[in-house]
């Protein structure tokens, strides 16, 4: 009874698609601004139209439906605007981590197949590298990659270019009304994001707008976001599309101040400046701004809300923020999940704890994201859920809309990574009794001692409780007794001093014997170009054998 | 290359529907409050397990996937209850507008099929008139119907059922922890609301879980609608499913105000003591408030937000509610588009304005609702989208996910009003140079007097506009002369006085001359249960000839 004669068609059925979000906005507020760089600013109307003079310059250059345009750009305009006008186009976004090396772009344009590539100058010199390595390694046809040079005046290194046309001049050959039209099938591909896998060739996974909209929309849940919010592009664009809020500021015709480089003098200038509510961040951009001089904060606006994830923030930084009235809400996905994907939910009640104790309860992974489905920690054997105990450890499953299409070119790793109907993030957790998920180790850190179990964000933690320690990392070393021991990397904050015993000390107050590291490395510790700690670099120097496959 | 091997399976995709709204508040916000009913107040926990609960009862009574499932219920917890439960066992919820005669009921219940009847006392008399109607007139097998009484200690009338079972004990016959299942394709039916047609049979329009997922969060979006917002149940759940409010408060953990009867003092009395932040009503109902006794007034929270629709709000109305710092927003919608599809944006910039130039702003019924794809104003004929000049008449078309599957068993009607991929509303408007529309008038509405077209409601805006004047209804009366002229019926203000001259002298200050009405009559106007003034009652007054068909 309820299907006949109830079918879809064009009157009541659409695509969800971010592409509609700024639509709405250039039509509602046309006046409103959309982009704040520097002393440049752009309303949503403005906005909207160079991105559809983008999407119909594409096209005028043979781009095609489902083909890939690449952006290696900072997070100037351009990179907002590539969220917009390459999906119109009916094209594929692939946003490059901008401090990769050479070798790592050259896979992923080859891989990618990209067809045009938006560049910024300060990456010529690299892209020129890369180009010769795709050519020589993967027999990539090079000549016929169009290069558009996007030439960004706040940027004081070398100027010159390598590309066919500048990106002015190239979406002044667009068409400012050109009409653009949602993708027929919401699941279709919106953009490609490589993981920024620590060995290994990256995996390109694939988003679709249907995923990109409601995760836009999850991220206004999740901040009570109001309209017009200021919002500061901390967040390299290329790193989950930013969490999806170049699409959320388009749903909430909010403002994108842009930032080419992330440097605490001129984020807090322009928290001040503009005003800023909203910015996301790793851990250890937070980290900068509770450490940055005193005069430096004088004057922040009230209230500003960010965003962390990566890591579970330590007491001490939400400390600092909390002095600083910046709330920190930490959230937790996967390149797989269009970024944030659970969020470590704050209860009132959690207001009368003691720092330490709010600290402990917001390290957690915590809840499903607003509009993803389900977040949970199952026994990857059996698929059964564990005990909501706090102790049975599993592994995090996420299954929803905000999960990703699949690897690209990769259905053996995409089937994997679905075994039976679940997303396998390859993070051991606990479930508390409250629900909320703890992770305990990424199934490749956990140290096994003497046959017991150590995790090492667990010792991380100890150490980091330590005042004088600025970054820890903690690794099993292969050991003829033992099998494996915690060896803990240490950076300790500038101006402070310890000793390897001081610390070992430290640890014995808080963990027990067998978890209590046994060598303690005082170094620079090694990170991915988005702050990940490359542990495998670490595991290498200990000589560990799972240095290779991890 | 981004469609192989990157198919929908399990992990990737789900259903949307507000159904994972009430699961994921009971899950994240078990103990906060989602229920409030006099002195009865339940948690997000304790009304998801009702909902299951619901759920699995009605399983145990032999419904069935697709099943229709009617409610007759005030907005008492049970009707907020019925929102999820009904669905959850996969049927699809009836809720019949509680002051229909009983021969509309009798066409609904049959024509809807209902299988399983919710049914509060008040009601239990006009219920045994219309199965009697529906049993002689459409032979419909009323002992077939299950009825389930909802003995609501709140009423005060006759406490006699017609039922099997009781509410409570139906409940509990069910399981607290039933699984349900999200259904398989998110465009099943999940509502069905009959149209309050003024004449002829109403039709059943039929919603599917997306659309009542997307209008739920278009809801938040419109209100910037924090996490835990307290909601006053002033609008009738049984229209348009309450606007989808049900579903934005579980998706927000919000509170659940109920209220059995729309009186001004209960209203101000529980805004006062439950601290209400949001509310919706019709304008008879925001009047109410605005001329109620000023000592009722006193302690109200402050920064209320209310959305008013169903018709322009006036001057005057605007005006007394900015005294009680009630933040009006105006919202256009139909029963065919989940209630609110459209709505009248306010910018900065109209506060500086006079209170009655912002009230004509405010009067129109503006621009798309944040998750419709689009609203517009199109030749009927053509399809082609009127000049934005605020004069070019058309009519309001929509399009989007925020639109009905259909009528139910009436696909010629279906096929009508979505002819040429366009859902037709029948209201004509304009389209203001700001992109805003502005209804004209229902087609059936215009009056035509010497070949000119007249709006009746910009007369009306012009008699609403005497400080007398407590509700005006302009129609066409016949006329041998002109072939129509405008006829006004008008009701006082209680204390007031007013002759026809002095209105008449009113309207021609701000009228064309052909436009004053030729005729005034103070009557009390006849509305439909809904509030909506019921024209065809007026036309057949005047002896219109059009007073059949509209």
Redesign the interface.
């Given at each position: 009874?309820?299907?006949?004669?109830?079918?879809?068609?064009?009157?009541?059925?659409?695509s969800?698609s971010p592409l509609?979000f700024i639509e709405?906005s250039a039509?509602?507020?046309p006046h409103k601004e959309a982009i704040v760089y520097g002393e440049l600013r752009r309303t949503w109307s403005q906005t909207y139209q160079r991105c559809k003079q983008l999407a119909s310059a594409l096209l005028s250059y043979g781009i095609a439906q489902?083909d890939?345009v690449a952006a290696m750009l900072p997070n100037i305009p351009a990179m907002v605007e590539a969220h917009f006008g390459v999906p119109m186009s009916g094209a594929?976004l692939n946003a490059i981590n901008t401090r990769l090396e050479p070798e790592t772009i050259a896979y992923i344009l080859q891989h990618g197949?990209a067809k045009l590539l938006l560049l910024d100058h300060e990456y010529v010199a690299v892209m020129k590298k890369a180009l010769v390595i795709a050519r020589d390694k993967y027999h990539y046809d090079s000549d016929k990659l169009i290069i558009v040079d996007v030439a960004d005046e706040a940027y004081m290194g070398n100027k010159e270019g390598m590309g066919r046309i500048e990106y002015e001049s190239f979406l002044s050959l667009g068409d400012t009304e050109y009409h653009w039209s949602l993708p027929e099938d919401e699941?279709?591909?919106i953009c490609l994001n490589y993981t920024s896998g620590t060995t290994g060739n990256p995996k390109g996974v694939?988003y679709h707008h249907r995923?990109a909209a409601?995760n836009a929309?999850s991220n206004?849940?999740e901040w009570?976001?109001?309209?017009h919010p200021i919002y500061l592009w901390t967040l390299p664009l290329f790193h989950c599309n930013g969490w999806c809020f170049a699409w959320t500021l388009a749903?909430r015709a909010g403002v994108n101040v842009c930032l080419r480089r992330v440097e605490a003098t001129e984020i807090l200038r322009l928290m001040k400046r503009e005003q800023v509510t909203h910015y996301c961040a790793a851990p250890i951009v937070h980290s900068m701004l509770v450490n940055a001089d005193q005069s430096l904060k004088e004057g922040l606006p009230k209230n500003i809300k960010a965003m962390v994830a990566g890591a579970a923030p330590p007491a001490a930084m939400i400390e600092g923020m909390e002095k600083m009235h910046i709330d920190l809400t930490h959230v937790y996905g996967l390149t797989e999940t269009y970024g944030p994907a659970a969020v470590c939910?704050k209860h009132d009640d959690w207001q009368t704890l003691s720092i330490s104790e709010r600290a402990r309860l917001n390290a957690r992974q915590g809840?499903?994201y607003?509009?993803q489905?389900c977040i949970t920690v199952l026994d990857p054997l059996t698929l059964k859920e564990v005990p909501h105990d706090g102790e049975s450890m599993g592994e995090i499953?996420?299954?929803?809309?905000i999960?990703?299409?699949?690897y690209?070119?990769?259905?053996q790793s995409?089937q994997e990574s679905?075994a039976g109907?679940?997303?396998h993030t390859g993070d051991l957790a606990v479930i508390n009794p409250d629900?909320y998920i703890k992770i305990k180790d990424r199934s490749k850190d956990i140290i096994i001692s003497g046959g017991e179990n150590i995790s090492s964000i667990e010792i991380e933690d100890v150490l980091y409780r330590h005042p004088a320690v600025l970054a820890a990392a903690v690794v099993a070393k292969p050991d003829q007794k033992w099998g494996e021991v915690p060896c803990a990397f240490i950076e300790i904050k500038p101006g402070l001093e310890i000793t390897p015993e001081e610390l070992i000390a430290h640890c014995k107050e808080h963990l027990a014997g067998f978890k209590v590291p046994k060598v303690i490395v005082f170094d620079v510790i090694p990170k991915t170009s988005t702050g990940k700690i490359q542990k495998f670099e670490l595991r290498k120097r200990v000589g560990s054998t799972q240095a290779l496959d991890s």
């Amino acid at each position: 009874m309820y299907s006949h004669g109830l079918e879809k068609n064009q009157a009541n059925f659409s695509s969800l698609s971010p592409l509609s979000f700024i639509e709405r906005s250039a039509q509602v507020y046309p006046h409103k601004e959309a982009i704040v760089y520097g002393e440049l600013r752009r309303t949503w109307s403005q906005t909207y139209q160079r991105c559809k003079q983008l999407a119909s310059a594409l096209l005028s250059y043979g781009i095609a439906q489902g083909d890939t345009v690449a952006a290696m750009l900072p997070n100037i305009p351009a990179m907002v605007e590539a969220h917009f006008g390459v999906p119109m186009s009916g094209a594929v976004l692939n946003a490059i981590n901008t401090r990769l090396e050479p070798e790592t772009i050259a896979y992923i344009l080859q891989h990618g197949e990209a067809k045009l590539l938006l560049l910024d100058h300060e990456y010529v010199a690299v892209m020129k590298k890369a180009l010769v390595i795709a050519r020589d390694k993967y027999h990539y046809d090079s000549d016929k990659l169009i290069i558009v040079d996007v030439a960004d005046e706040a940027y004081m290194g070398n100027k010159e270019g390598m590309g066919r046309i500048e990106y002015e001049s190239f979406l002044s050959l667009g068409d400012t009304e050109y009409h653009w039209s949602l993708p027929e099938d919401e699941w279709s591909a919106i953009c490609l994001n490589y993981t920024s896998g620590t060995t290994g060739n990256p995996k390109g996974v694939v988003y679709h707008h249907r995923g990109a909209a409601l995760n836009a929309l999850s991220n206004i849940l999740e901040w009570d976001m109001p309209k017009h919010p200021i919002y500061l592009w901390t967040l390299p664009l290329f790193h989950c599309n930013g969490w999806c809020f170049a699409w959320t500021l388009a749903a909430r015709a909010g403002v994108n101040v842009c930032l080419r480089r992330v440097e605490a003098t001129e984020i807090l200038r322009l928290m001040k400046r503009e005003q800023v509510t909203h910015y996301c961040a790793a851990p250890i951009v937070h980290s900068m701004l509770v450490n940055a001089d005193q005069s430096l904060k004088e004057g922040l606006p009230k209230n500003i809300k960010a965003m962390v994830a990566g890591a579970a923030p330590p007491a001490a930084m939400i400390e600092g923020m909390e002095k600083m009235h910046i709330d920190l809400t930490h959230v937790y996905g996967l390149t797989e999940t269009y970024g944030p994907a659970a969020v470590c939910v704050k209860h009132d009640d959690w207001q009368t704890l003691s720092i330490s104790e709010r600290a402990r309860l917001n390290a957690r992974q915590g809840v499903r994201y607003h509009l993803q489905e389900c977040i949970t920690v199952l026994d990857p054997l059996t698929l059964k859920e564990v005990p909501h105990d706090g102790e049975s450890m599993g592994e995090i499953m996420f299954r929803g809309n905000i999960t990703m299409k699949g690897y690209l070119k990769n259905p053996q790793s995409t089937q994997e990574s679905f075994a039976g109907g679940w997303f396998h993030t390859g993070d051991l957790a606990v479930i508390n009794p409250d629900g909320y998920i703890k992770i305990k180790d990424r199934s490749k850190d956990i140290i096994i001692s003497g046959g017991e179990n150590i995790s090492s964000i667990e010792i991380e933690d100890v150490l980091y409780r330590h005042p004088a320690v600025l970054a820890a990392a903690v690794v099993a070393k292969p050991d003829q007794k033992w099998g494996e021991v915690p060896c803990a990397f240490i950076e300790i904050k500038p101006g402070l001093e310890i000793t390897p015993e001081e610390l070992i000390a430290h640890c014995k107050e808080h963990l027990a014997g067998f978890k209590v590291p046994k060598v303690i490395v005082f170094d620079v510790i090694p990170k991915t170009s988005t702050g990940k700690i490359q542990k495998f670099e670490l595991r290498k120097r200990v000589g560990s054998t799972q240095a290779l496959d991890s």
